[in-house]
């Protein structure tokens, strides 16, 4: 009896193995990445929308894997002006929404995130072009949060037009 089920059996995983995928699912996916180019001049732009708000601060661009691919530390700033940068580029990436949202989502019986990655603090936007998230901007080092992410935005908007005319 066993002997007339392995081959039943046999048959039957590799019918299933065979069969063709459907057609309304894709075997690979296209992601766009920012160019280190590119994270490079919001890192640039950021730190300059800065010193025009008269602070120095630190600013890590994130890809959309939370690694960071552009980082600057403005000669004055702190030294703990960099982990904070990251972290909050990370959390902003991570999340999709800026940093500044995110502070008060985890009340309750939920209570906040404990992942040493994360920081839920005003600083961090997520880069979302056309619907893609391509990473994240963190700033560190202004006197306020909400300084903080306004020259996150200004170093967003310095190549926003580029990027959703580049094919997004």
Do not use: W
Request: hydrophobic content about 45%; glycine content about 12%.
């Amino acid at each position: 009896m066993k002997r007339k089920l392995l081959p039943l059996a046999t048959g039957l995983a590799a019918a299933l193995l065979l069969q063709p995928l459907q057609a309304d699912e894709p075997m690979t996916y296209n992601i766009k990445r920012l160019s280190m180019e590119t994270a490079l001049r919001i890192a640039q732009a950021t730190v300059t929308a800065c010193r025009k708000e008269g602070v120095q601060i630190a600013v890590t661009v994130v890809d959309r894997g939370g690694h960071a691919q552009a980082v600057l530390r403005d000669v004055l700033a702190m030294d703990i002006t960099l982990p904070l940068s990251q972290k909050k580029a990370h959390t902003a990436m991570a999340f999709n929404s800026p940093t500044s949202e995110l502070e008060g989502r985890f009340g309750g019986a939920y209570g906040v995130p404990k992942l040493d990655s994360l920081v839920i603090s005003a600083g961090g936007i997520p880069i979302n072009i056309a619907g893609n998230i391509m990473g994240g901007i963190g700033v560190s080092g202004a006197p306020s949060g909400e300084t903080d992410e306004k020259c996150a935005r200004a170093g967003l908007e310095a190549v926003r037009t580029d990027l959703e005319m580049g094919g997004m």
